[in-house]
């Protein structure tokens, strides 16, 4: 139940003063120099703040306790001068205690001063109810004080009711709402959800959280690509073989069941997040830095993209992990996990081929993998370049193949393979490897995307017709799996995946 005193709670009153927002783009690019990232900070933190007031919806779970709010400490450790009322909302009964706990914890985690810390614990509140009533969407309007966000870190289901209940009527211009991927639950949900959001509220107002947009390595495919002669000339299908972007985890399902088992590796990982990776490798140059240019272009590329063969089967395999080991640590089989339904066949490794229909990228295949439970674990973006022509005249047929551009997503880092000639051999090719750690920034990711959702600056978060691309590349590839039609392989946890899969990179 909605206690009758939480409603209208009264907070202090907002200082008068700017809104002291990061500009509008995306500042300097991340680079070796640590120096790039720190400026932004240190800009943005020499100016004051106008009180938010940040509502969470789904306070008492695991994504507001693990990633939002240790998140939101390192903004506050780098950006101390940001005025936040927390204001938390969830279907646990906690007491004010314990919510009031649970921030001190968690922002702590993400390194924020002590003093910081309790000016915000002094002021955080929490709510128990459900948030689908018709009491609960009154509540949350109630909430609306000043500049307001809310955020909702709740599964998709819940999070389209929630909103469906919030829309009978336009909300105040002061207001944005935060969503959590996915966005739907596939292509004709996403659009439904997007009309939803569309009544309430203006496109600027919503912004849609997909923290990999957060990572300064991920937005450091800008400056690799764009900022360096060597790169940018030869970055289209004249020299560029093959792309791959994958994302294996040694994490297994980690008692995530229940949003899980409804997602699988593709709906959790290829259709949320390595898409929009895609599109950061492969888009064209933006004219600017800003929300207008990058997702104009994030769109502009994604509607290019198609599977690479009309048939699932050439274009996708999936997986399931089996019981196995990881680091010495025993990992049940997939079905065995608590709150899996096996007869849902969900995966936990899923890989999607794809091609972008245009003059840069026509017939390079570019492959999206991301698994749970596999032994080696890789997060990484890989280009393949082409052979130089007329090698093996040169140096015969065993000429080491070709030069290769390896971008780790975390920690980050760059490796570029290129061809030398061998030690103490005059003629003979080997491959030599370059190698750079890239500094990590001070600000995890969902630090940065909520300083974007704070800020009211939509840069980083995906925009309605991006979010629907993004569904729409990968539902003939759900259709064909939920029919069945593509077979569901095997690996044992702790393997690199299904044995008579042929390795990538
Ligand atoms: O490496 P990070 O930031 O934890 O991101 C990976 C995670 O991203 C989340 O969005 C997925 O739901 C998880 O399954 C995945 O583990």
Same mark, same amino acid.
């Given at each position: 139940?909605?206690?009758?005193?939480?409603?209208?709670?009264?907070?202090?009153?907002?200082?008068?003063?700017?809104?002291?927002?990061?500009? !509008?783009?995306?500042?300097?690019?991340?680079?070796? !120099?640590?120096?790039?990232?720190?400026?932004?900070?240190?800009?943005? #933190?020499?100016?004051? +703040?106008?009180?938010?007031?940040?509502?969470?919806?789904?306070?008492?779970?695991?994504?507001?306790?693990?990633?939002?709010?240790?998140?939101?400490?390192?903004?506050?450790?780098?950006?101390?001068?940001?005025?936040?009322?927390?204001?938390?909302?969830?279907?646990?009964?906690?007491? +004010?205690?314990?919510?009031?706990?649970?921030?001190?914890?968690?922002?702590?985690?993400?390194?924020?001063?002590?003093?910081?810390?309790?000016?915000?614990?002094?002021?955080?509140? *929490?709510?128990?109810?459900?948030?689908?009533?018709?009491?609960? #969407?009154?509540?949350?309007?109630?909430?609306?004080?000043?500049?307001?966000?809310?955020?909702?870190?709740?599964?998709?289901?819940?999070?389209?009711?929630?909103?469906?209940?919030?829309?009978?009527?336009?909300?105040? $211009?002061?207001?944005?709402?935060?969503?959590?991927?996915?966005?739907?639950?596939?292509?004709? #949900?996403?659009?439904?959800?997007?009309?939803?959001?569309?009544?309430?509220?203006?496109?600027?107002?919503?912004?849609? &959280?997909?923290?990999?947009?957060?990572?300064?390595?991920?937005?450091?495919?800008?400056?690799?690509?764009?900022?360096?002669?060597?790169?940018?000339?030869?970055?289209?299908? !004249?020299?560029?073989?093959?792309?791959?972007?994958?994302?294996?985890?040694?994490?297994?399902?980690?008692?995530?069941?229940?949003? *899980?088992?409804? $997602?699988?590796?593709?709906?959790?990982?290829?259709?949320?997040?390595?898409?929009?990776?895609?599109?950061?490798?492969?888009?064209?140059?933006?004219?600017?830095?800003?929300?207008?240019?990058?997702?104009?272009?994030?769109?502009?590329?994604?509607?290019?993209?198609?599977?690479?063969?009309?048939?699932?089967?050439? #274009?996708?395999?999936?997986?399931?992990?089996?019981?196995?080991?990881?680091?010495?640590?025993?990992?049940?089989?997939?079905?065995?996990?608590?709150?899996?339904?096996?007869?849902?066949?969900?995966?936990?490794?899923?890989?999607?081929?794809?091609?972008?229909?245009?003059?840069?990228?026509?017939?390079?295949?570019?492959?999206?993998?991301?698994?749970?439970?596999?032994?080696?674990?890789?997060?990484?973006?890989?280009?393949?370049?082409?052979? &130089?022509?007329?090698?093996?005249?040169?140096?015969?047929?065993?000429?080491?193949?070709?030069?290769?551009?390896?971008?780790?997503?975390?920690?980050?880092?760059?490796?570029?393979?290129?061809?030398?000639?061998?030690?103490?051999?005059?003629?003979?090719?080997?491959?030599?490897?370059?190698?750079?750690?890239?500094?990590?920034?001070?600000?995890?990711? *969902?630090?940065?995307?909520?300083?974007?959702?704070?800020?009211?600056?939509?840069?980083?978060?995906?925009?309605?017709?991006?979010?629907?691309?993004?569904?729409?590349?990968?539902?003939?590839?759900?259709?064909?799996?939920?029919?069945?039609?593509?077979?569901?392989?095997? *690996?044992?946890?702790?393997?690199?995946?299904?044995?008579?899969?042929?390795?990538?990179?």
């Amino acid at each position: 139940m909605w206690p009758s005193e939480q409603k209208g709670l009264t907070f202090p009153s907002p200082p008068a003063c700017s809104s002291g927002r990061r500009p !509008d783009t995306l500042g300097p690019m991340q680079s070796n !120099d640590s120096s790039a990232s720190q400026a932004t900070a240190t800009s943005s #933190s020499e100016t004051e +703040h106008e009180t938010t007031t940040l509502v969470i919806l789904g306070a008492s779970g695991d994504l507001t306790s693990r990633l939002l709010l240790p998140g939101l400490g390192t903004l506050l450790k780098a950006e101390p001068e940001r005025r936040i009322r927390l204001v938390g909302a969830g279907r646990e009964e906690l007491s +004010h205690d314990d919510w009031q706990q649970l921030v001190r914890r968690t922002l702590s985690v993400g390194g924020c001063t002590d003093e910081r810390i309790e000016q915000i614990v002094e002021a955080a509140r *929490y709510t128990q109810g459900d948030i689908l009533g018709e009491e609960g #969407s009154s509540w949350l309007r109630d909430q609306i004080e000043g500049r307001t966000v809310i955020y909702f870190a709740l599964p998709p289901a819940i999070t389209l009711k929630a909103c469906e209940a919030l829309a009978d009527r336009p909300l105040p $211009a002061n207001v944005t709402l935060a969503l959590e991927k996915p966005f739907g639950a596939d292509l004709e #949900s996403a659009r439904h959800l997007n009309r939803v959001l569309a009544s309430m509220a203006r496109e600027e107002q919503i912004f849609r &959280v997909d923290h990999f947009l957060g990572r300064g390595t991920v937005l450091n495919l800008l400056g690799l690509r764009f900022a360096n002669r060597i790169f940018e000339p030869v970055w289209n299908t !004249d020299n560029i073989e093959s792309i791959e972007v994958v994302f294996d985890e040694d994490l297994a399902l980690e008692g995530r069941a229940a949003y *899980y088992d409804n $997602a699988g590796a593709m709906v959790d990982m290829l259709q949320s997040h390595l898409l929009l990776v895609l599109a950061m490798v492969a888009m064209e140059q933006p004219a600017k830095l800003d929300a207008v240019d990058f997702r104009d272009l994030q769109a502009h590329l994604l509607r290019s993209t198609h599977l690479w063969s009309a048939d699932a089967t050439e #274009s996708s395999r999936r997986a399931r992990y089996t019981a196995g080991e990881i680091d010495g640590r025993a990992v049940p089989s997939y079905v065995d996990e608590e709150g899996v339904d096996p007869e849902r066949g969900t995966e936990t490794l899923a890989e999607v081929k794809v091609r972008i229909d245009n003059s840069r990228w026509a017939n390079v295949p570019i492959t999206l993998r991301s698994g749970k439970a596999i032994g080696e674990p890789k997060y990484r973006v890989v280009v393949h370049f082409k052979r &130089v022509a007329h090698l093996p005249e040169l140096f015969g047929d065993d000429v080491v193949p070709h030069n290769a551009l390896t971008l780790d997503i975390k920690p980050g880092r760059i490796e570029m393979l290129v061809t030398t000639n061998g030690a103490g051999h005059r003629f003979q090719l080997e491959h030599t490897v370059l190698e750079a750690d890239l500094p990590d920034s001070p600000v995890r990711p *969902y630090g940065e995307i909520l300083a974007g959702i704070l800020d009211e600056n939509p840069l980083l978060g995906v925009r309605s017709d991006v979010a629907e691309e993004c569904w729409r590349i990968v539902t003939p590839v759900v259709e064909a799996w939920r029919a069945g039609e593509v077979p569901m392989d095997e *690996y044992p946890a702790g393997s690199t995946g299904p044995e008579h899969w042929e390795q990538l990179l």
